[in-house]
């Protein structure tokens, strides 16, 4: 089994829009995970049906006994974050504040607070409209985690894969460098970088690649947005050819991509027979690499 994984450093370079071309081309023998839990969208694009929808719990919080405080302010005076507070007679928790430590748990003389773990998301298994099995999540607003949510993301993809005896797993990782994207990478088979040609796009590619370098795991990219500017279309051309990145080319930029998102259809959907032929040369090229 394989797992190629779409990254790019930043927002708005498109990884979304090429990874949604990608998982049409391949589909339906593949499964398509979306592990940008932060932000998931991939929903837009593959219209999922036949949802299975399950909580997913993650970090605790701190939670009030109201019967057994006695409002001796201990827990405030020891919190290091400032989450506790006396509102109108009651002990009150701020969710967003609490970053379950559980410290006061430890010095309420009453054993008034108590932790308690807290839903973090939604998981979804789901079928997408071409057919192909797709996991998708969502984080909950403020809560955090994001990075095991990922992680859920990714092994109920491989299993689904290994039940529906797929062999590829494409999934749209999280933008950024962060924790996120680290989970979304660990045992990774290839990771697919899209990057534009602009100073903010070029820059974060090289920090993309440094962090994936250390993980060992292969490299490839697509320039999305070429023609908006020469003289980083040629650097990162040099920088991939330079550092062992598989170059697999370039995409243009075309207001077909805008257009395809505010019709919920992916790229090569739409009439543009260049762009189609790209992404089914690009498709071939993965494979060829994840053998």
Avoid at 206 to 220: I, P
Avoid at 228 to 242: G, P, S, V, W, Y
Wanted: charge should be negative; include cysteine; charged fraction near 20%.
């Amino acid at each position: 089994m394989k797992e190629i994984v779409v990254i790019s450093g930043k927002g708005g370079c498109g990884k979304t829009s090429v990874t949604a071309g990608l998982a049409y081309v391949g589909s339906p023998d593949i499964v398509i995970g979306d592990a940008d839990v932060d932000a998931a969208d991939m929903h837009l694009l593959m219209a999922p049906e036949n949802t299975n929808a399950e909580d997913f719990y993650s970090g605790k919080l701190a939670v009030v006994e109201q019967k057994q405080c006695v409002l001796c302010r201990k827990c405030i005076s020891h919190c290091y974050f400032d989450a506790i507070a006396i509102n109108d007679g009651r002990l009150e928790i701020n969710p967003l504040d609490c970053e379950g430590c559980g410290l006061c748990t430890h010095i309420c003389p009453t054993n008034a607070l108590r932790m308690e773990t807290q839903k973090a998301g939604v998981l979804y298994v789901s079928t997408s409209r071409t057919g192909a099995p797709m996991v998708h999540a969502k984080l909950d607003i403020g809560a955090d985690n994001s990075g095991k949510l990922v992680t859920k993301v990714r092994n109920t993809s491989r299993a689904i894969a290994e039940q529906k005896g797929k062999s590829i797993i494409l999934t749209d990782g999280p933008p950024g460098i962060g924790c996120p994207v680290i989970a979304a990478l660990s045992g990774a088979s290839l990771v697919l970088i899209v990057t534009e040609p602009t100073t903010a796009g070029y820059h974060d590619m090289l920090r993309v690649h440094d962090l994936v370098k250390k993980m060992n795991v292969q490299m490839a990219l697509v320039l999305n947005k070429a023609g908006l500017n020469a003289d980083f279309e040629q650097k990162i051309h040099e920088f991939a050819k330079n550092h062992d990145i598989i170059d697999l080319g370039e995409l243009p930029y075309d207001p077909i991509f805008s257009k395809s998102i505010s019709e919920g259809l992916t790229i090569p959907e739409m009439d543009n027979e260049d762009l189609k032929q790209r992404f089914n040369s690009i498709w071939k090229d993965l494979m060829a690499l994840s053998q």
